[in-house]
Structures are given as C-alpha cells and as structure tokens.
C-alpha cells in the first residue's frame, strides 16, 4: 500500500512540475494532436511566431518558448505541416477536412517571438499577457 502512495505522489509532484512550463510533442498524424498548426515561410503571415528552446527554464516563461521533446509528458501534442492541402488533414470517419488552428512560425531570434494579433488563442496554451495587451 505504501507504494501506491509513494507512485501517486511522484505522479501528482512530477505533473506539477510539468505544467509550469510549454513542452511540446509533435504528432505524426492531426488526429493525435491537439493543435493542428500550419507552417509559414515568413513570420509577417503567421498568427504566432515561436522561440524553439531546449533551456527548461526558458519554457517555464510561457512567452512564445517552446520546448519540443521526443517523448514522456507534455502540456501540447501539435501536428505542423507546411502543405494546406496535407492528405492527413481529410478525417476518415467525417469525411471533413481538420480545420487549422493556426498559422506558426519558427524564429532563431529569441527577440522576434511572439503573436501576430492580439486576439489570436491556441486553445491549452498558456499566454502571458502583458498590462498594455489587457487594457
């Protein structure tokens, strides 16, 4: 019995810990995801420009800095594709198309970070909000 409480307590700390941070996993098919996002050449025609970071301490800013990881917990499972017209996106059962959930960009410059338009939301991520974007 005290093994259980010992795995439920390691499971709750190491949840915790795990959420105070934006990590990543990209999916290899939409229907595994929970964003399906686009991928753009340009930033000026992204709705969110990300940071890829490999710094724990950077993704626990929740600023546009996303730590992508291969496998384990993660706070946001994505599918990114680059082709609108991605094969994947058609649901098999519905017959429909996924819609996007948005268009990202990738940036090298940590400076360059950040959303497109201020109203823009990825539903489950975290978005820190600075006084002037809430007045």
């Not at 990209?26 to 930033?43: C, K, Q, R, W, Y």
């Not at 890829?52 to 929740?62: C, D, I, P, R």
């Amino acid at each position: 019995m005290n093994k259980v409480y010992y795995l439920l307590i390691f499971f709750v700390l190491f949840s915790v810990i795990s959420c105070f941070s934006q990590t990543v996993i990209e999916m290899t098919h939409p229907i595994d995801a929970g964003l399906v996002l686009l991928e753009v050449g340009n930033s000026e025609e992204a709705d969110i420009v990300i940071y890829k970071t490999n710094s724990k301490s950077e993704s626990e800013e929740w600023d546009c800095k996303w730590k992508f990881k291969t496998w384990g917990f993660s706070n946001i499972s994505v599918y990114l594709t680059q082709n609108p017209l991605d094969t994947l996106l058609m649901d098999p059962d519905t017959g429909m198309n996924i819609p996007f959930d948005g268009k990202i960009f990738f940036t090298d410059d940590i400076t360059k970070r950040g959303y497109k338009s201020r109203d823009f939301r990825l539903e489950g991520v975290f978005r820190k909000l600075k006084l002037e974007d809430i007045q």
